[in-house]
């Protein structure tokens, strides 16, 4: 899309920085970058969904890359799945990693609590690849009850902002967090994060630490495609290397 280039490497920090990957740019960056690992998704505007089956392919198939982990979520909105977005989030689980993908991100809700049949369905369907909770965990009312419960079920970690909009405003609750999973689940400080943010988040104690880094592209619709998508002067995200770089930066040097 636009030429890459970076600055020399540094020395890989213990802090896994994540980085969410919607376009074949972002694979690119993350490939030059030396990412420790990338959420692979769609349409992160809408919060994130399942990317394609050929896009999977691409980002495993991209030179460098690091380990790829899909989102698997069928569709904005809510946390709580029927019967059939179930199935289809199974399915979507055997598909990717048949594909090639190294884990999976999921979440689910039931009742104000951890859907705990779909998780361990997903455990089962995913076998040894490495599940991820997102931030449908934000959504709970008992955030710690939460931590148990994934932790027994064996799931590998939890990407959340400790129920806040952004990271920033819950760091105490983050630590908290972090405390209560006493090693048996990482917790993945997301939503919101900056450059700035990087030395506090990593007082929290956190192991790793998850950015989309985007930027806006201008790119204006000449007919309306919905909703979210209105005719007029608009753009559409992608991600950027600088910002990457300096958040990969940030937490290379806090150490």
Do not use: N
Not at 1 to 20: D, H, K, N, Q
Not at 90 to 101: E, F, I, M, S
Not at 156 to 173: F, K
Request: hydrophobic letters at 50%; a negative charge.
């Amino acid at each position: 899309m636009f030429p890459i280039t970076l600055p020399e490497e540094a020395a890989l920090s213990p802090v896994a920085f994540e980085l969410a990957v919607q376009d074949t740019h972002g694979l690119e960056v993350a490939a030059r970058l030396g990412a420790d690992r990338i959420e692979l998704c769609s349409a992160l505007a809408l919060g994130g969904v399942t990317p394609s089956l050929a896009f999977v392919e691409a980002a495993v198939a991209t030179p460098g890359i690091p380990p790829v982990h899909v989102l698997v979520r069928p569709r904005p909105g809510g946390f709580t799945y029927d019967p059939a977005e179930t199935a289809t989030i199974l399915q979507d689980v055997r598909h990717v990693l048949r594909t090639g993908a190294t884990g999976v991100v999921i979440g689910g809700v039931r009742d104000a609590t951890v859907d705990t049949d779909l998780v361990k369905r997903v455990l089962d369907a995913a076998g040894d690849a490495p599940v991820t909770f997102h931030r449908a965990f934000d959504s709970l009312p008992d955030p710690v009850a939460a931590v148990e419960t994934l932790a027994a079920l064996g799931v590998r970690r939890i990407l959340t902002s400790a129920g806040a909009t952004s990271v920033a405003d819950a760091l105490p609750a983050l630590a908290a967090l972090v405390t209560t999973a006493a090693g048996r689940i990482d917790i993945m400080a997301g939503g919101g994060v900056t450059v700035d943010l990087i030395p506090a988040l990593l007082r929290t104690g956190v192991p790793a630490i998850h950015a989309s880094a985007k930027c806006l592209i201008p790119d204006d619709l000449t007919i309306g495609l919905g909703t979210s998508s209105p005719a007029g002067p608009g753009g559409r995200e992608t991600t950027d290397l600088g910002l990457a770089t300096a958040l990969l930066a940030a937490i290379r040097a806090a150490h």
